[in-house]
Each structure stands twice: as C-alpha cells, then as structure tokens.
C-alpha cells in the first residue's frame, strides 16, 4: 500500500467516467477573487496547474496543447501581425505566439490577473519570460466586453484559451453565436479565431457543437484535436475564417512556413504532426457522431445542459 | 447523486493513476479455467470484455486496436500467405486478417478455448463470423510452445495479441528475446511480426523495451501507436521484420496496396491514419523518453520490475 | 497491483465521502419491475444485497441490523401480537419478529414480489425459512396505501424496513407527518412504530427530522443507533410510541423480557448491548448537532434536499 | 458535478476497501524528518491532521478517540501520579492527562519534534495549551530506546498513542512481546499500559495479536472500541495491567472516580459510555473472529504480513 501516493484529484471525464491522479506535492493552494487555484506536482504528468478542480494544464505536455492551439491558425494566416489572446493566463499561450518575428502587438486579455501573478511566480516554465516581450500589451478584463469594446477590424487573429463551456460557467458566453458574431467584425480580412473546443473523446457534443456555431458566423470552419495525456483525451480545437483554413494546408506548406516565418523552438508540432492532427480527427468524428446544437446566450442563460 | 453509476471497474493504468468506468450492465461474469471474465456494458464504452479486471477491447473503439494491430504489417508484406495469430480470442484480430483475399492460411492459437466460446456467443460483432472462415485453423494451446513446436519458416506474418508483459504474468514469455529468436526462425523470407506493445503514455519503459529487445534479434524494427479511449491512453505497437517495415511505407503506397488487395470494411485504417499514427508516435516518444531494458526469460523469471 | 480487486461498488456516504468496496463476484444481476438488483460477493462484508446501487444488507452484519430494528420495539411492549412490517423484503426483518412465540399475526408488505423471490434463492441465509411460518401474511402492495386500507388499531408494532427518504424517491412518503398519523390510527393501545432511520454519521439532519417528525403525531418518541460495518456508518432507527420507550427499558428488564418470552437465536442484541447504544447515541448526538425539519407530503412533492 | 470537492483523500481501510474524502483546503502541506504532514480542512470531519496520508484525527472526533485512549486506564489505576506518553503529538492525548489534579509529572515521548510544532501552531485546539502544563515534560526521542534507558518503576500508567503496526513501519516495535516486557518493567505496581490497537472493524487481526501479545507478559489484559467516524471504523484499544483493569469496572464506579478525582471538560466520555464501549466491543469480536499471533522484534523484523 505504501508505494501509492495519499492524495488524488477525482476529475470526473463525464458522468460516469472518473479519472484519480495521484499528487506528490502541493506547492500553492488559495484562491484569488475569480477561482480556487492549486498548483501540484503529479506522479504521472509532473507540476500542473488546477483551477477549481480541473488540471488545466501540466508540466508533462503543456506545449502539446498550447503549440496545437497557436500554430494552425497562425501558419494558416498570410501575415498575422495583431494577435488577441483572451484567457491564457499561464502565459503558454503567448509564449508560441511571440515565436514569429512578424507580429507586431499581442493583447492578452485575462479577468484573473492574481492568476498569472502565481502562475508567473510559481511555473515559470510555462511563460518562460512572455510576459516581458515587449510587443505584450496585458489586460486584466473581462474577455467578451473587452472584445465589445475594440473597433472593427482589429485583429489577424484570436485565440480563445478560456476554460470549458460548462452551463453557467463564466466562460459560456465565451461560445456562443453572439460572441462569435462580435469576434467576426472584429477580425480584418483573413482573419482567423481559434477556440480551444472541450474534449472529443468525452465531450464531442460540446465539440461539435462548438464547430457548428462558429459556422452560423464564420464562412468557412474546421475543427482538429490532439491526444493530451495529463487531460486523459483527445482534445478538441475550432477555427472559424474569414479565407484560409489549417485543413488547407498541407504538411510541407506547415514545414516551409515554420521556416520562412522563423519559428523556432517547437517541440511538438510540425508538418506531419499537422496533418496527423487533421487525419485523425476527421477518422474519429466519422466514427463517433454526436448530435450537436447551435450555442447562443438565450440557451446559455437557460442553463442548457451540454 | 442518482445520476452516476454504482457498480464501476477501477483501472490503475499506472501507480498512481486510476480510471473508474461506470458499468450499465453485466452480462456475463465467470472463470475460465485460466482467468476470470466479465462482459459488461460501459456508459462509455458500450460492449466491453474484461479479464482479470483489464478491459481487453469495447466496442466504442476494439476497431480502432485492431485494425492498427493489423493492417501496417499485413500491407508491409509484399504477399502474406499464411498467418499466425497469437491470442486475440475475441476473434476480432483474424476478422482483420480475413479481409485479405490473398491469405491461404490463418493459424490461430488462443489458451483459453472456453473463453473463446463465451465471446462468440457474447460478443458476436467482434469476430462477425471470423471463426467460419474456412482458411482459419484454430489451436487451443500455449503460444509460446505451440511456436516452438512448428517447422522454421511456416509464416510469413506473426500477429502478437497477448496479455500486457507484467511481471510473472502468463503472457511475459511472449515477450522476451527468447521467443523473438524462436519467432524469427518460423517467419519466412520477407516475414513481419508484430505486437501489441503496452500503453506508450502510462507504460512508456516497457513500450520502449519491447521495441528495443525486438532489435536485438530483428534486423529492422518500428514501433507506432494510436489513441484508444477505452484504454484511457495512446497504445503501441511494435515490429520485428526481415525485410519492410511499416514505417517506410508511404500514405499512398497503403491507400494502393489496400485497394490492390481488395481490403474492404476497414473503418478507421487509412493512408492518411497510417502516416498520422507513425508521425504522433515519433513526436511523443521524441518528448517523452524512458530507459529500456532488454527482456529475457531469464529477467522475467527473477520478476523484473517492468 | 494484482491483488486489489478490479470491480467496485462506488457509494457516496455524502456529497465528499465516497467508499469503494471491491466486488469478488457478482452472483446475480438484473432488474425487477422497481429496482436494479445484484447479489454480490464482497472482499470485506461477505455477501450482499444491492438494489440500485446502494448496499442493503451484508453477510457479515445483517444480523445486527436486523436485531437493533426488531428487538427494542419488540420487547418494549407488554404483548405484541399483531406485527405489522412494512419493506424488509430480504426475509430477515420477519426472521426476528418470528422468534417472539406470543406473536400471532406477521404481515409483510413489500412492494416488489421479484425481489423477494430472487432473495429468497440467492441469499437463503437472510430468511432463513421465516417466509414459510404460517404466521406470516404476505402482500405484495404499497406500503402507504396498504396501511391506509386497514382499519384502524389493526397492529401491536409496526416496522418500517423500506429504502432511504431521499428526495423524489419511492419511499420518502414513509417518512411523512401525514404517513405517520395513518400509522397511529392503525396502531392499538400500547401501539409503537419503529422505522430504519439513514445514517446517523453521514445524514445526521435526516435521522433527526425522521424522530422530529414522529414527535409531531406520537406522544412519546426516541431515537438510537448501531454501528453497522458494511454501511460505513452507524446507522439510526426512530421510535413512536403510545405509550413505553425502549429508552426507558434498562439493559436488566430487556435480558428478563428476552428470557420471558423465549426469544432465542440472538447474536448480537442483549441487555448490555441496548443500554450501550442509547449510551452512545446519546453522546454522538450530544457532539454533532444538526438542524431539523418536519417532513411532509408536501416538502417531499416540492423536492426538498434533506 | 460542480457541487463535489475535487480533491480528496484516499485510505484504504483493507486491501479492497477505500475511503475517498474531499478536502475543502489544504492549510499546510510539508515534510519533516520522519514523515509528510498534511493538515487539511475536509468536508466532513472538519480540520484534520494527515500524517504520510492517512488520517491521524480530525475535529469532529479526536475527542472521542483521546477520551477512549486515556480515560479507562487513568480511571482504573488507584492513583496515577507519574504517567508517560509514547507518540501523540498532536497534544490531545496529554490534554486528557492534565484532567487528573492528582498527576504529578507527564513525560511525553514523541519522535518528532517539528511535527509538535506544526501542530501547535495549525491546529491549537487540539493542545488548547497542554503543552504548557507546567508538569509535561517533553522528550524528542524514540520511544522504545527512551523507554529502555528509564530506571525500572518509573511510572504508574503508560499511554501509547504511536501510528499503526504494519510491516517494516517505524512504529512496528512498538507492539512486540520484547517491548511490553521493557514496559512491564517500567510500571510501578498497579501500572497499566494503554495502546491504540488499529482497525476493529476492517484489521480484527491486528487488534487481536496485540491484545494476545500483550498477555504473553501482562497477568491482565483487556480490549475495547469506539467509532470514530473520520477513521470510518470502530477503533481498538488493549490494555495490560499489573492489577485492575477498565473492564472491570462499572459504569457506577466510573462516574464515583470522574468526581472524586475532579476531572472536567469530558465531552464524550462517561460512566455510560464506559459500559457501551465493552458491551459492543465484547459483541463485535464475539461475532466477528480472526487468526491471532503473538508479535515478536523478529517477526516485525522478517516482515510479517499483519
């Protein structure tokens, strides 16, 4: 019995599906005014960071999340020169965005700033310096009235790094139609948004749902995923365009880009791994349908239960 | 509370990682005389077989396993004859090998026949009538001596699906440089033989040994893996081979050979998923690495920690 | 990790608390017209019943839970004749009421007839034969409705074996205001009602209202309490009456009452274990106080969260 | 799913039993010499000390565990005026000491002294100031070596509060025959020695070698148990005795000594509970019977399986 560690978090994958990971260390349990943070050290996915319960991401394969959800869609783009990140407040986000030389400003927009003080403080290795690029303008605000706020047409591209679009969480409306309407003006011609899209493996309801919605705005849309081990899944990711798509792109468009555009540094991502991405989501999804619905504030607001 | 299951299967996939599954339903439970069998029906999963308390394959995704098990090596031959199969008792795996109108011979051998009887009767779409075929030859008998007992060069392909390699663990001994060397001298010019090969995210070290003491009989080997949600993780393969392996062929070269040969009803192998599995593969084990050790009779007798 | 079991009941003593009992065998599985029944063989408690995920009785302490249910009220009036049992459908409620000789007349009335004949052949030890005395009357009805059909003062001492009074479920209406004063009508002279009352560790606030509730139509009312292994609880039983308490019995009358009236067989209850579960009831109470709420019909209909 | 704690605990009560309980915080996470401290607010027990995971007491009822440890044997000696404490660091064990006007001098042993301070400082009502008694003397020490080094006829009534006996545990001499012949040694005439005992309900079997162990050099021995819901057990105490045991003692006789000796602030305790505590316990092992063996220095040493 005394080789198994003491102390677990119990995530629930779906209603019936649990996942018990074991911790070796807690280095920072508190609160700030917006979430219960825990930053642990795991025996299987080393330091992770927990916001109210849920791993959100770790040591272990933090880059494979945050490299799938950045650079799809900034290869994807002709030249992405204003970027908008809202949530990330880890700093992974940023930390891919700030490998092209041709980016000019990056705003983050994160309502959680005691969040990225920790993180800043507590896993350096997640943001590696990012918040020290001085292209970096921080906001500390609500993402969507921020975004409200903007003029039209003032971002190449938006990554929306929030946590998942559980009913009533705070990062539902974050999802829905209206929000990606607002985002759509916001984009200048070529735009792109990518969302993170909750887990095809345990949520692909939510996944495609999220696909479908931003169809209702965007002209053109795909979705892809990637195996994220300390998240138990496969995880899911929507794009929304205004032209081009990542599905588009072949692996050896990917390669000569990462190269002509300077990106240096990735540990996971890359012409093959982009197509594997695309090849094996659209193998899953053939497989495992689900029915989808369209989110928009009303259904949000009526609690719907995705 | 009344909305989760009661009755759940607890996984430890590895010391300090557990996965606890919902059952609906159990449809049968009992004891061959070699271990004990459940068939129950997950929230999940759907259909699951699960021995000595390891879920074997479910029917969300058996397909998946098995259609990555097989095919690569099957595809890698220029012209596979006669088959060898050892284990896969719920005859999904000679399901795969009979989509293959060249194949003259299929030897499958299984220990336990009565689990053999219990799965056709239970779960009767995995082999879909697989164990009709009149090309199949069905042994029940130890894998190990059975290959023993054979002439050299009677396959031109062996297909391993046997019991992970824990320690003292029946199956162990189909695992070690000992029966690879045994394995070579029964596989003809050209011969592959491949195996199931542990989980690669929670069971890196054995994944890696197994590849490794491969290499130390084969002259070329390759190891590739896939996302099997069942088994909460990404799986792996792993091959020994006289002559071509799987990973230099191309995604067209499969697309090619599976309509040359008349491969029907696959539902997930592909070109573009034979080129995504060994693209993945390489770009976690490249992040994600493990001292290996090479596997002996002789390391498996004295209980090696794997 | 060979030697934890694989299969797990999963019961939530609370909304934290979980426990996990392994299963050795699952003796039988399926569904009556009300429940979903499975008869298991537990590592730690022996065999045991479970309807609808929740365990309801267990080799290794069914006796006890049976013994403290039936003996206190039994012995506490002067002469019962009339036994009324309501639930109790595994036999053993009966099995103790059938040891007093003086007892003429043992109606059970339990709603689902499957369920007792599939105790009766699977787990013959709980009754033990006592649904062959010829004093028992069975009736295969709803409880409440049954009782309120007989005429009034029809029973010396009613016994409420039935499920929990969670919120919505099919038995919460046994535990009602409205369900009591029907039990008081049909009750004679010296009359008590004795109910399973949830768990005094774990659900503390509805043991308290249960005895709160009863104090609304009897006179005199108590509450006690036993420590029931394979519950993970020490579980409560409340008390009406007419007229005598069992409180109020010292551990000496209920030795001379046990001998008196013949009653043999006992393995647990006895003079000296009476005195000591009031004693500690009366201490755990004492240190872990808990608001209280009169149940009725119409918080019950309205869903209110106990 | 938002309404469950997201951390938790998990102690296995047997080798097929788990607890999982959630935790609300975690108020401080370390490590001293000897062993990981974890002090935790929990759901249901309230604030808890957690020592290398398993829970040690928590506020709901560590009164009810150090009452039932120290009062019976203090009682039951004539006139206790030297005591040692063997473990116990959270305080409590020599705040129910200090309840005697009668004692002169407590010695408390205990192995680690950054644990005491942790303690004292996090969890203050536990001690609620026995640490300042002006009669405790404190000792960083091994308890049995310290033991050892004591002239014969020390003391009048030893009180072991160490950690569980299991395999190769540091506290495994603790609970020898070698051990109690150097604590007969040590009692003055009268003396008796209390020993928490494990798990009745899920370790019958180390409860009982202790208290056969303890007969090998006692004239006098008895058992008795409590339930303690945050150990999610009925929790074993044995006594050896030079004279008088608890056991022999009424519950009469034991409210006469509360008063004369003037012992105040009892919240659990009491000359009714006194009685409860050995009839239940008297029924349970009646009912509940286990293999038995004497513990021995060598037997520990070679790892026996407890």
Redesign the interface.
């Given at each position: 019995?005394?080789?198994?560690?003491?102390?677990?978090?119990?995530?629930?994958l779906?209603?019936?599906?649990?996942?018990?990971?074991?911790?070796e260390?807690?280095l920072y349990?508190g609160r700030t005014r917006y979430q219960k943070v825990?930053i642990v050290r795991?025996?299987?996915y080393g330091l992770a960071l927990?916001l109210?319960?849920?791993l959100q991401s770790a040591e272990?394969?933090e880059?494979?999340y945050h490299e799938s959800l950045v650079h799809p869609v900034m290869l994807t783009h002709p030249n992405p020169r204003e970027v908008l990140v809202i949530g990330g407040g880890e700093g992974a986000t940023i930390r891919e965005v700030e490998r092209y030389g041709g980016v000019e400003s990056i705003t983050m927009v994160d309502l959680d700033g005691e969040l990225i003080d920790i993180v800043r403080e507590k896993l350096p290795s997640w943001s590696q310096g990012a918040f020290e690029d001085r292209r970096l303008k921080l906001v500390i605000s609500e993402g969507r009235s921020f975004l409200e706020s903007q003029p039209d047409e003032s971002y190449d591209v938006i990554i929306m790094d929030a946590t998942d679009p559980?009913e009533w969480g705070p990062a539902a409306k974050l999802y829905t139609k209206e929000f990606y309407s607002t985002a759509y003006r916001k984009l200048k011609r070529d735009g792109l948004l990518v969302t993170q899209a909750s887990s095809l493996?345990?949520s692909l309801r939510t996944y495609l749902s999220i696909i479908r919605t931003l169809g209702e705005v965007f002209p053109k849309t795909c979705g892809y995923s990637v195996?994220v081990?300390s998240f138990?899944s496969?995880w899911g990711f929507a794009v929304g365009s205004k032209a081009g798509l990542p599905s588009e792109l072949s692996g050896g468009e990917v390669e000569e880009r990462i190269r002509d555009r300077g990106v240096r540094g990735l540990?996971?991502y890359?012409g093959?791994?982009h197509?594997?991405?695309f090849?094996?989501t659209?193998?899953?999804t053939r497989?495992?349908g689900a029915e989808t619905l369209i989110l928009t504030d009303e259904k949000i607001e009526s609690g719907i239960q995705l």
């Open positions: 019995m005394s080789s198994r560690p003491s102390t677990y978090i119990m995530e629930w779906s209603k019936s599906l649990a996942v018990l990971y074991g911790l260390e807690i349990s825990d795991t025996k299987d927990v109210d319960g849920l272990i394969d880059f494979i559980v493996s345990h195996y081990k138990a496969i540990k996971f890359s093959r791994i197509e594997a991405l090849s094996l659209e193998a899953l497989n495992w």
